[in-house]
């Protein structure tokens, strides 16, 4: 059974700091996504990993995806109020089946 | 106007009573889903179509029926409501020759049962 894990789950962090959301999974995959909510929104897409050793980078969000220790990361890069939001991860169960196994989510606050 | 809409976007019902939730995408897509949200918990697949003719149980379908009545429009009903089916309800859509593009997903209904 495919399981993601995210950590942390809380993040608290002031602005202009550096920090890593980490996704593990537990089975083999090889497409992983990256969303974005704000309260109350809709999920919005940042990343598609597609390959082991795949990087993807926009503004201060930069995520990788390492297929054979099943861990893909999002860094912050000096961080500012607007990021804060939830972050989810979401593995592709393989196949082409186009199921999304979603971890539970990092809810970033990025205070002054 | 947005590629996925989702109606009601709001919802208050007593148990017992039959709901349905409605989707329709303006994207093409062959393939749509129906997600739950709770809180800490994030988002699980409740069913999913690839087509109008394929429809697959996710991982939480019991207590939920869908219906694809074509290929731009996903419906799901509760039949009989329960309190615990109160949560934030997702529909989304993709593309199966995009790989690499991401599921597109409506703005929420957001369901309470009494």
């Known amino acids: 059974e495919l399981k993601v894990e995210q950590n942390p789950l809380f993040l608290s962090m002031q602005e202009g700091k550096n920090y890593t959301i980490y996704c593990n999974y537990s089975?083999?995959?090889?497409?992983l996504y990256w969303y974005r909510q704000d309260p109350g929104k809709s999920l919005e897409s940042l990343f598609v990993l597609l390959s082991n050793g795949a990087v993807k980078q926009e503004g201060r969000l930069m995520a990788s995806l390492d297929t054979k220790a099943r861990l893909s990361t999002l860094h912050i890069t000096a961080a500012v109020h607007d990021l804060s939001a939830t972050y989810f991860c979401a593995v592709d169960r393989g196949g082409s089946q186009g199921n999304l196994i979603f971890g539970k989510g990092t809810k970033l606050s990025v205070k002054p | 106007d947005a590629d996925v809409t989702q109606t009601p976007r709001n919802r208050i019902t007593k148990t017992g009573k039959r709901i349905m939730l409605e989707c329709s995408q303006t994207k093409g897509h062959d393939r749509m889903y129906w997600y739950r949200q709770d809180p800490g918990l994030g988002l699980r697949l409740i069913y999913y179509?690839?087509?109008?003719?394929?429809?697959n149980k996710g991982e939480i379908s019991d207590g939920y029926s869908v219906s694809r009545q074509a290929q731009a429009k996903f419906s799901l009903s509760l039949e009989s409501a329960i309190p615990n089916q109160t949560a934030l309800y997702f529909c989304?859509?993709?593309?199966?020759?995009?790989?690499?593009?991401?599921?597109?997903f409506g703005d929420g209904t957001r369901l309470s049962i009494l």
């Open positions: 989304a859509t993709s593309d199966p020759g995009q790989l690499n593009q991401p599921q597109h």
């Open positions: 089975t083999t995959s090889d497409r």
């Open positions: 179509s690839f087509d109008v003719k394929d429809i």
